[in-house]
């Protein structure tokens, strides 16, 4: 494999050093620890082992700027509720570039949303809990992403 080679892992596959290196880089990163010496013990991992990570693992959403993600949306079909869910994301800062929506069958409807998520403001992970926190919607998946 290159070594320019990059993968999208889901965090649970992630080892406990991977996980725990990236815990500290977030508390770098909002000031609540100052040095690389605090911030691994706050965590619990040698520096050897935040080193060894840090340059190679990130948040998604960190490298994921000037992208643009896919979504795959279930949802009962409601009226209001694709109002309610692009709402949500409007407010995140995201710009929302399509959409579309099947003909509910059922009472159920697929939207797929083409987002570029430059401006968003907040992470990913909190954008698909907010989406998710909506009763209507049953599911939120990301089934793309590029530039």
Do not use: C
């Amino acid at each position: 494999m290159s070594e320019n080679q990059f993968f999208l892992v889901r965090e649970d596959m992630l080892t406990d050093a991977m996980q725990r290196t990236l815990e500290a880089k977030a508390l770098l990163a909002t000031g609540k620890a100052a040095k690389i010496n605090e911030a691994v013990q706050l965590v619990g991992i040698s520096r050897s082992a935040f080193y060894k990570y840090k340059d190679g693992i990130f948040p998604f959403h960190s490298v994921n700027k000037e992208r643009i993600i896919t979504l795959m949306i279930n949802l009962e079909d409601r009226s209001g509720t694709l109002s309610e869910l692009l709402q949500i994301v409007a407010s995140t800062g995201a710009n929302i570039l399509t959409i579309n929506q099947t003909i509910p069958l059922q009472g159920r409807a697929s939207i797929t949303l083409s987002v570029d998520t430059a401006p968003i403001q907040i992470g990913l992970h909190d954008l698909f809990a907010k989406m998710k926190s909506l009763e209507a919607v049953e599911r939120v998946e990301m089934v793309g992403s590029g530039s």
